[in-house]
């Protein structure tokens, strides 16, 4: 069984920045207890309660007082980041998925009617990556998902559902079960993994693009042995 935590970077509403990108990271049931543990340890190792969440904009954003790194230099939050990517590289089975939304482009498109359908293009994206990734695996997978706006996640719900009934143009669901399940981050460590993940896929792709991040898990993106190609990031549209 795999468990495919997702997060989002960037807001799907046209306006602010230029893109949103939604994905996270795929994690074999047996190998979520030897992650938690890795990172409780890096957190320690930086003088971190493990009942502390970290975020990426933790990283990118040092604030005040109420940022659980504000105590280490710059230099020491690109080297706890790093350490925390490495983990999920050195995870073997752990694959990394993400959809890079031009916002911009996005919204030329006629089918692109407000934020809802640029979310969920973004969703439909991501479950198809997923789905190719657990039928080479022979496998089946849930999704966990960061919980948003009560309202939001009404509709977020029902759409997962629509997707596994129905499928898309391209794909059927077969391999996944149970629509999605919703989490407050705070208390979910797949959902802190996967926030890091997509942080830097967005910090790759943003306007003023910084790929050290990325670099130390663009190898775990989801592809095609035979080919090469690495399907799993996906730049839309």
């Not at 049931?29 to 957190?43: F, G, M, Q, V």
């Not at 504000?70 to 939050?77: C, P, Q, Y």
């Not at 989801?222 to 996906?234: A, E, F, N, Q, Y």
Request: net charge positive; aromatic share 10%; hydrophobic share 40%.
């Amino acid at each position: 069984m795999r468990m495919f935590f997702i997060d989002e970077s960037g807001t799907p509403e046209m306006g602010g920045t230029s893109s949103m990108v939604l994905g996270g990271v795929i994690i074999k049931c047996e190998d979520w207890p030897i992650l938690s543990r890795k990172i409780a340890t890096l957190k320690a190792s930086f003088g971190i309660s493990d009942l502390v969440e970290v975020k990426w904009r933790h990283i990118r954003h040092p604030g005040g007082h109420t940022n659980p790194l504000h105590m280490l230099t710059d230099a020491e939050r690109v080297r706890f980041a790093k350490d925390f990517l490495e983990i999920v590289r050195g995870t073997g089975a752990a694959r990394v998925i993400g959809i890079v939304i031009d916002k911009v482009a996005a919204y030329t498109r006629t089918e692109m009617t407000g934020e809802d359908a640029v979310y969920q293009m973004a969703v439909t994206l991501a479950m198809e990556r997923y789905q190719y990734y657990l039928r080479a695996s022979s496998d089946h997978g849930i999704i966990v998902q960061d919980e948003r706006r009560p309202h939001q996640d009404r509709r977020l719900r029902a759409f997962y559902r629509s997707l596994l009934i129905g499928g898309t143009r391209w794909t059927r669901f077969p391999n996944i079960l149970e629509g999605v399940f919703l989490s407050p981050s705070d208390y979910s460590t797949g959902l802190q993994i996967a926030d890091f993940v997509v942080g830097s896929i967005y910090a790759a792709h943003s306007d003023n693009p910084d790929t050290k991040f990325f670099n130390v898990i663009r190898g775990k993106v989801t592809g095609d042995r035979r080919s090469g190609k690495r399907h799993g990031l996906k730049q839309w549209p």
